[in-house]
């Protein structure tokens, strides 16, 4: 099974405030990645596919990034809005593995 | 595109339960179809995905053989039926749909609002 690594598991941080968001594979997955971001009582929302590929209504200060086994999302410009827990999960082999999320707080 | 989940509830360890997610807006049998869970307060875990016919199956290794996930596409429903339930298996449950007609299982665009299962004596 493809174990999925994140770091930090949260981060302290402003509106404004540039974020990075790193996943770590432990095996390539070529370009297989996604991200996803959930908000409290809310189902998870993709944001990325294919490691960089905004899906359609994304807003442009979310980018992603990497191939093979690291992986990074970046929030160039931390909005209210998007306080929330950020996922990455690899889709390139079943099982289907998340990685264990992290939380963008408020500082 | 709507994915709407029943059929959670409290149930006792060793006991069954089945999950139904009814589809709507898309074309059903056109798409692998996925089970998601997330326990209180933790991460997700993928738990079961089936493809567009039906054909191939795929498990979690903690569920294997308990878990049973199905599909009637001319219902437009997803199914999961969980036997010999653990308490940890408390969690919610969400049924998701793939980014793609006839693509691979992932990444998973559409999400249900999630039916929680509890197992608890």
């Known amino acids: 099974d493809i174990q999925m690594t994140q770091s930090p598991s949260s981060v302290s941080a402003s509106v404004g405030d540039r974020v990075t968001i790193t996943c770590r594979a432990s095996?390539?997955?070529?370009?297989?990645l996604a991200w996803y971001q959930q908000k409290p009582g809310k189902p998870p929302k993709l944001l990325i596919d294919?490691?960089?590929s905004l899906q359609t209504g994304v807003p442009s200060r979310f980018s992603g990034s990497g191939s093979g086994t690291d992986f990074t999302l970046t929030i160039s410009s931390l909005q209210p809005e998007d306080f929330a827990i950020y996922y990455c999960q690899q889709a390139n082999s079943f099982p289907l593995t998340f990685g264990g999320g992290t939380k963008v707080e408020i500082k | 595109v709507q994915l709407v989940e029943s059929g959670g509830g409290l149930v006792q360890p060793g006991g069954f339960f089945e999950l139904s997610c009814a589809a709507s807006?898309?074309?059903?049998?056109?798409?692998?179809m996925t089970w998601v869970r997330q326990a209180p307060g933790k991460g997700l875990e993928w738990v079961a995905t089936i493809k567009q016919d039906g054909s191939e199956e795929h498990y979690l290794d903690s569920v294997k053989g308990r878990f049973t996930i199905s599909r009637d596409n001319a219902k437009s429903s997803l199914y999961l039926q969980m036997n010999s339930l653990r308490v940890e298996d408390t969690a919610i449950y969400y049924c998701a749909r793939d980014h793609l007609p006839f693509g691979s299982g992932s990444p998973l665009e559409y999400w249900g609002q999630g039916t929680l299962v509890t197992v608890s004596s």
């Open positions: 807006g898309f074309t059903f049998s056109s798409f692998y």
């Open positions: 294919a490691a960089s």
């Open positions: 095996q390539g997955i070529s370009s297989w």
